[in-house]
């Protein structure tokens, strides 16, 4: 099967995405993320780090579930990241 190569739009979201799970996973460690959302440790790394850009729906709500955050959060999230708009500390 023949992938189509993502825009730079699409990596950007990627990107945005990884920032957002980054700090909403906080000091939790990526073990305990992924061993809560039942995904490999390996598939958390990749979405965060925006290797993955659009990754599986369902992955997200597992991982936002983990996180204790509703997904409706987590595209707010996202998105000021795209806007550029500064996170709270």
């Known amino acids: 099967m023949v992938r189509v190569p ?37 598939t958390l790394r990749k979405i965060e780090t925006g290797r993955s850009p659009t990754p599986e729906f369902f992955t997200i709500v597992r991982i936002c579930r983990a996180l204790d955050i509703t997904t409706d959060t987590l595209l ?11 996170t709270a500390s």
Do not use: K, N
């Open 6 to 42: 993502l825009t730079p739009s699409e990596i950007r979201r990627g990107q945005d995405l990884g920032a957002a799970l980054r700090a909403a996973r906080g000091s939790r460690t990526m073990v305990d993320v992924a061993s809560r959302a039942s995904i490999s440790m390996e």
């Open 76 to 86: 707010q999230v996202s998105a000021d990241a795209s806007a550029g708009v500064p």
